[in-house]
C-alpha cells in the first residue's frame, strides 16, 4: 500500500498529558500537510512541511503544538499539554510538485480523545 | 480571508436520481479539487481543476471550474447508494511559500434505494 499512512488511528489522552500523532507519506512525496476537523467544521490547515524544513505554520496554535519532518522517519505533530478542546480528527497529507500543482492525498486520520 | 461556501449542506435523494452540488468563493484559486469522505476516514481526492471553464468527467460524475476560478460544481448523474458521503471542495494557492488548500464545510449526500 503505497498510500499516506497515520497512526495511531485512535489516541487518548488525559488532560496535560502529550499527545504525539505519525504521518509517512505517499512514497515520493516530499510535501506534507497536517490538517484538523473538528466535529460539524471543515478541515482546517495547519502546518506545511518539506523535509527538515517547516514552510508554513500559520494554521498552528501557537503554543503547545509543534511539528517536524525529519530527514529519516515520519512527520510528526506533537500536541504539549493536551486540553478537551484539541479532541478533533487529526490529518496527514502528501503531495509532490508537479509544475504548479500540489495534489493532495490525504491519510486516514488520528481521532484524539482528551477525558 | 479566503473562504468557500458549498451548498447545499444537506442533500437526501433516490436512487437515479441526478443532483449537482456547488461550491463558491468571491476569491480566486490556482486549482480547485474535489475530495469525498466517508465516516471515520480521511478524504479521498476525485478531481483536480486548473483552468477556468475547464470540465472535468469521471464516469457519472462531472466537475467544472467557473471561467473566473471562483465557483466550481459537482453533477452526479442517476446517483447510486454508493456515492453517499460527505462531498468537500478544496481550493488551492501556490506560490512561495503557500501550499494550503482552503476547504469548504461540505455537503453530506445520502442516496436512499
Known amino acids: 500500500n503505497a498510500g499516506v499512512m497515520q497512526n495511531p488511528r485512535h489516541l487518548v489522552r488525559r488532560r496535560g498529558q502529550e499527545a504525539r500523532l505519525r504521518c509517512s507519506p505517499m512514497?515520493?512525496?516530499?510535501?506534507v500537510y497536517w490538517y484538523r476537523q473538528l466535529p460539524e467544521e471543515g478541515l482546517k490547515f495547519m502546518v506545511y512541511l518539506q523535509k527538515e524544513n517547516i514552510i508554513d505554520e500559520s494554521g498552528m496554535p501557537k503554543e503547545r503544538f509543534s511539528a517536524e519532518f525529519p530527514k529519516e522517519g515520519p512527520s510528526i505533530l506533537r500536541i504539549q499539554q493536551v486540553v478537551r478542546g484539541d479532541s478533533a480528527a487529526y490529518f496527514c497529507?502528501?503531495?509532490?510538485?508537479?509544475?504548479?500543482?500540489?495534489?493532495?492525498?490525504f491519510g486516514p486520520g488520528t481521532r484524539l480523545t482528551v477525558t | 480571508t479566503q473562504l468557500l461556501e458549498q451548498s447545499p449542506q444537506f442533500l437526501s435523494i433516490q436512487e437515479g436520481e441526478n443532483l449537482t452540488v456547488y461550491c463558491n468563493s468571491s476569491s480566486v484559486f490556482s486549482s480547485l479539487q474535489w475530495y469525498r469522505q466517508e465516516p471515520g476516514e480521511g478524504p479521498v481526492l476525485l478531481v483536480t481543476?486548473?483552468?477556468?471553464?475547464e470540465v472535468k468527467k469521471l464516469k457519472r460524475l462531472t466537475f467544472q471550474f467557473g471561467d473566473a476560478r471562483k465557483d466550481s460544481s459537482l453533477h452526479i448523474t442517476a446517483a447510486q447508494p454508493g456515492d453517499t458521503g460527505l462531498y468537500l471542495c478544496?481550493?488551492?494557492?501556490?506560490?512561495?511559500?503557500?501550499?494550503?488548500?482552503?476547504f469548504g464545510k461540505g455537503t453530506k449526500l445520502s442516496v436512499k434505494p
Open positions: 512514497k515520493g512525496h516530499s510535501h
Open positions: 497529507a502528501s503531495s509532490t510538485n508537479r509544475g504548479r500543482i500540489y495534489e493532495q492525498y
Open positions: 478544496a481550493g488551492g494557492n501556490y506560490g512561495g511559500s503557500q501550499g494550503n488548500l482552503i
Open positions: 481543476v486548473v483552468t477556468g471553464g
